[in-house]
């Protein structure tokens, strides 16, 4: 999948969302403690972050932080410089040799990691800004598919993840989601459409796997609510739920990114 154009487009929403706001002052509820202009400084920043990796091949972690804004001292972004930031980005990206060797987070260690993480870190943000706008966020199917896809492909490597996951107690523990409205297979998945299977296992570690199976709570959705209720962004209750709900309750706060 070429995630460049997702990019553009969710930076494009999002810009017109705190364009619409005005006040950058005002709260996102979804993100505790932010108000828009510090979600779009957030997502703005990520983006300088992942240019300067990827431009220097750095191979250690260098936290987003660390990279120079652009902005001045005190200043939070706005909406043109949260558009300069990912031009910039698109641009290093079809610049990058995927195949590059470059830290990552996530278990991949390569350039083409970086694309696809920032795509859904903006899907989700972009959500942030509409659910603080009162607007009903949309997110097409397949798009969603893949976003779940992405969040279970990092989810091991999540050690900020994984340490809480060890302290519940769930070891064996296994959570079935369900799209119930798939868009078709996921690519390089051998024909899966829409249903994943986690299981919690020892210290905090997860494994998952694609296709139809019973689990010990089993969740039914949309794609896109099944893709929000892993951010924390939709809550248990919009979805149909088949056996332990304290295990999922318990399992998603404890994996909230």
């Known amino acids: 999948m070429n995630y460049e154009p997702l990019i553009e487009q969710e930076t494009e929403r999002l810009a017109e969302l705190a364009e619409l706001a005005g006040d950058l002052s005002a709260p996102v509820p979804s993100c505790p403690g932010w108000t828009m202009a510090e979600l779009v400084t957030h997502v703005g920043q990520t983006h300088r972050w992942a240019v300067h990796m990827l431009r220097n091949q750095v191979q250690e972690r260098v936290w987003s932080r660390q990279v120079p804004s652009g902005l001045p001292e005190g200043r939070d972004g706005d909406a043109e410089w949260l558009r300069a930031g990912a031009a910039e980005l698109v641009r290093t990206l079809r610049e990058t040799d995927p195949d590059l060797p470059v830290w990552t987070w996530g278990p991949d260690g390569r350039a083409a990691w970086w694309p696809r993480r920032m795509a859904y ?31 279970l492909h990092n989810l091991p490597s999540a050690v900020w993840v994984t340490r809480p996951l060890a302290e519940l107690g769930v070891e064996g523990a296994t959570i079935h989601l369900h799209a119930t409205d798939p868009a078709g297979a996921v690519p390089g998945s051998g024909g899966a459409q829409g249903e994943w299977t986690i299981t919690q296992g020892p210290a905090g570690r997860v494994e998952w796997t694609r296709g139809h199976a019973k689990g ?17 962004r939709r809550s248990p209750d919009a979805l149909t739920l088949h056996g332990d709900r304290d295990l999922l309750t318990r399992w998603l706060t404890a994996a909230a990114f």
């Open 216 to 232: 010990d709570v089993a969740v039914r959705g949309p794609a896109a609510d099944l893709l929000l209720l892993l951010y924390g």
């Open 121 to 151: 870190e903006l899907v989700v943000h972009r959500v942030d800004a509409e659910l603080a706008l009162g607007v009903d966020p949309v997110i097409p199917a397949a798009t969603a598919v893949d976003g779940v896809e992405e969040f």
